[in-house]
C-alpha cells in the first residue's frame, strides 16, 4: 500500500499511476456535488447546452456538507453514498472527469467507464465528516445555491485523505479487500 | 394529573438533536476499542482510529460527527397523567428539532413530498413515535437517522415455515448486500413478527438497546449472537476496504404475529450511531 500525494486537477499520468488500495492525500482544488446537482448536470447534457463548470481534469466529491459555523470554511464533509450516481457518472467520465470521491460501490458501468476514459473512484472514510472538514480550506457554491446541502460547490483542499478504490485497469478494493479476510 | 410546559419540551428537544450530532456514546467508543483488538487489517485498524479522532474532534463542538446529521426520528413515552400545556406535543417536537438543527449547524435534510423534492430548510418534520404509558414522566429518546445506513434496510414478508433459518438467511443476505454502503462497522437492528409495518418499527427499537446487549429470551438471544459471528466472517470490515470488524452489535426483536405470517425487517445503522435520551 502506498501513500501518494495527488494535486487536482488531475492528469492522465496521474491516474494510470494509481493502483487499489493506494492511499492517497489530495491537495488542489476539487468539485462537490450529489444527487440533485447531477440530475442537473445530466439535464442540461440532454437539452444540449453548456454545463456550469468544464469537468475536464476534475475530481469531484460526492457530498453534502453541514452549514459552516462562522470563521470556518465549511461544516462536517464526509462522503455520501456514490451508487446513487452510478446512473450519471459515465456520461461526465467522458467529458474529462478524471475521478470521483465518495464511499461504497460503484456499478458495473461506471468501473468500466473508469477504464475506458481513464479515471478513477476513490474512497473518503464514510462518517469521519469532522476529521475530513479540517483538510477543506475553502468552499464556495459554483451553481444551484436553491439546493442548499445540495448545491454544485468548488473546494480547496490540503491533504484530503482517500483510498483508491477502482483503478484505470477494473480493479476493485471492496472486492479484493472483503475477498482477503471473509471466512 | 402533572403539567409539562410545551417550551420545555422544545428545548429538551433542541437539546437532545445537538447533543446526539456531537457527542458519540461511550458505548461506541468502547466498541471501537474492542474491534481495534481483534482487527488483523491495517487498514481496518487505521480507519478506527480515524473514527475515534473524529469523535474527539466532534466533542469540540465545532463540526458534528457526521455532515448527514440525519431524519430526526424520536421515540415518546408520555405518561398517562401529564397535560401538555402552551401547545400540542408533536408542534412542540417539531419546534425543537427546527431549533436544534438551526442552531446547532446541523445539515437540513429533509424534502417536502419524496417526488418533488424540495428541502424543507429546518429538518422538520421529525418521525414521532408516541406511546402512552402509566406515569407522570415525559421520556423522549432521539435517533437522528443517516440517510446511507437507512437505505440499506428492508422488510420482508417470510413464509412461517422459513422459521429461525430464513430469518437468519435475509438478513446475512441484507448485510452481504450493503456490503461497503451504510459505512460500517454498523449496528444491526432484526425486527421479527407483528405486523408489516411492526416488524421495521421493532427493528429500528432495536437499535436504541445497550450496545451489544442480548435479548432476554434464549432463542432469539441465539440468534443474536450467530448473526454477529456470521456478519464478521463476512470480510466486509471497517468502511467496506476488508476485515474482521463489519457489524459491532446485533439487536433482534420480537412481537406476537398472525398465524399466516412471519414479517422480518432489517434496520442498518451506520458506526455514528446517535442516540440520547430525557426523562421530563
Known sequence: ?183 | MRDIEAKTVTEAVKKLCIDACYYLNDEILDAFRKCKEKEESPVAVDILSQLEENARISREGQFPLCQDTGFAVLFVELGSDVVIKGGTLPEAINEGVRQGYTEGFLRKSIVSDPLERKNTGDNTPAVIHLNIVPGDKLKITILPKGGGSENMSEVRMLKPADGAKGVIDFVLERVSKAGPNPCPPIVVGVGIGGTFETAAFIAKKALLRPLGSRNPKPHLAAIEKELIERINQMGIGPQGFGGRCTALAVHVEAYPCHIASLPAAVNIECHSHRHKEVVL
Open chain 1, 1 to 183: 500500500m502506498a501513500e501518494v500525494k495527488l494535486s487536482a486537477p488531475l492528469t492522465d499520468k496521474d491516474v494510470e499511476s494509481l493502483n487499489i488500495g493506494d492511499k492517497v492525500l489530495i491537495s488542489g482544488s476539487i468539485l462537490v456535488g450529489r444527487d440533485s446537482a447531477h440530475k442537473r448536470l445530466i439535464d442540461l447534457l440532454d437539452a444540449g447546452k453548456p454545463l456550469p463548470v468544464d469537468l475536464k481534469g476534475q475530481l469531484i466529491y460526492y457530498a453534502g456538507p453541514s452549514p459552516a459555523r462562522p470563521g470556518n470554511p465549511v461544516g462536517s464533509a464526509g462522503p455520501t453514498t456514490s451508487g446513487r450516481m452510478d446512473p450519471y457518472a459515465p456520461r461526465l467520465l467522458a467529458l474529462g472527469l478524471k475521478g470521483m470521491i465518495g464511499k461504497g460501490s460503484r456499478s458495473a458501468e461506471v468501473i468500466e467507464a473508469c477504464k475506458k476514459y481513464k479515471a478513477v473512484y476513490l474512497a473518503a472514510v464514510g462518517g469521519a465528516a469532522a476529521l475530513i472538514a479540517k483538510s477543506i480550506k475553502k468552499a464556495e457554491v459554483v451553481a444551484y445555491p436553491e439546493l442548499g446541502p445540495e448545491a454544485l460547490r468548488r473546494m480547496d483542499v490540503e491533504n484530503f485523505p482517500a483510498i483508491v478504490v477502482n483503478d484505470t485497469k477494473g480493479n476493485d478494493l471492496y472486492v479484493e479487500g472483503r475477498a482477503k479476510y471473509q471466512k
